[in-house]
């Protein structure tokens, strides 16, 4: 019945997640809001919302480990294993605006995570900053694209034609019962995935901390997964990467921050040892490798899953011995 929740758990969260976006995308078009906002906001949230509920529900019922460690795994997987396959399905070009730009972002969101959770503690003040620092950024980046042709600014609203690519904003009760929909399936998934992971927990004597940075961060990154591989696939590879570093900063920013507001976070011991100083090699292994020659070759993603298997094999080494 445990795994039979877990992977209720985890289609529900795909299936919801990919209906959500659709929904809200072609509601946002309905309305004529921009498909730069669209690309910045809607998708990037929209692809990360798993994390969102998961994280939030793991952390009322009392299981911190899974909260935090779904944000650190989460961010890990999508960096290592989803970038990693995505590029040995196709090189990935890099768009050197948009990596001056989000890197940067991206290097900081780590290192404030990084703080937060030597500290051992990510209280309200704390998430609401977080929030804080999201919203800023979004508004700025906003300001600086809009009506502009820059390269990045063309990548979200790439990002939105690949999320639909034919979208149609004049079904308003359609999209209006996708997000509905969506919002519902995510919710159900969630409890399940979250409920799943504790039981297996418990009965392997494992943390709460190792689910939620295994079984719980890989399946909440699916929806990053299909995204990023429907992009190699389509030859978009400069939105896979964008999508991959959106994610990441929402993942942090947003979603940590969102949780420590309602539910303040006490950090593992575990996560502190292992998990945030991987997450900080794999974002600076990530922006090297992205800069040198402005591509991901298969080489450098091979690499990364070969990172990626070793940082598994270590956390259930531990676990297990």
């Not at 669209?38 to 509920?53: A, H, N, Q």
């Not at 639909?164 to 996708?178: E, F, G, R, T, V």
């Amino acid at each position: 019945m445990t795994v039979l929740e877990i992977l209720l758990g985890l289609v529900l969260l795909v299936a919801g997640g990919d209906l959500l976006v659709r929904g809200s995308v072609g509601l946002a078009q309905r309305f004529g809001i921009s498909e730069l906002l669209i690309g910045l906001v809607l998708v990037g949230f929209g692809t990360s919302t798993p994390e969102l509920m998961t994280s939030i529900l793991a952390a009322l019922n009392g299981s911190p480990g899974i909260a935090v460690g779904n944000v650190a795994g989460s961010n890990i997987a999508n960096i290592l294993l989803i970038l990693g396959l995505t590029a040995l399905i196709c090189p990935l070009r890099v768009d050197p605006a948009a990596l001056m730009r989000d890197g940067p972002a991206n290097a900081l969101a780590a290192l404030a995570f990084t703080g937060l959770a030597l500290a051992g503690l990510i209280g309200r003040e704390a998430g609401l900053a977080l929030v804080l620092a999201l919203v800023t950024y979004l508004v700025i980046t906003y300001r600086m694209e809009k009506g502009q042709k820059t390269p990045a600014a063309e990548l979200h609203r790439s990002g939105t034609e690949l999320v639909i690519p034919q979208p149609k904003p004049s079904q308003l009760p359609l999209n209006l019962l996708m997000a509905f929909g969506g919002l519902v399936m995510i919710l159900g998934g969630a409890h399940f995935l979250v409920a799943g992971a504790s039981t297996i927990a418990r009965a392997a004597g494992v943390s709460d901390a190792v689910i939620g940075v295994t079984i719980v961060a890989v399946g909440t990154s699916l929806p990053e997964l299909v995204t990023s591989a429907m992009a190699a696939l389509k030859r978009q590879t400069d939105i896979a990467l964008g999508n991959i570093l959106g994610s990441n900063l929402f993942n942090i920013l947003g979603i940590l921050g969102l949780t420590a507001v309602i539910s303040p976070l006490q950090v593992p011991q575990e996560i502190m040892r292992l998990d945030i100083w991987v997450l900080l090699g794999a974002t600076a292994a990530l922006l090297v490798f992205a800069m040198s020659g402005w591509r991901l070759s298969r080489r450098e993603g091979a690499l990364m899953l070969l990172a990626y298997v070793g940082y598994t094999g270590v956390i259930l080494a531990k676990a297990l011995g």
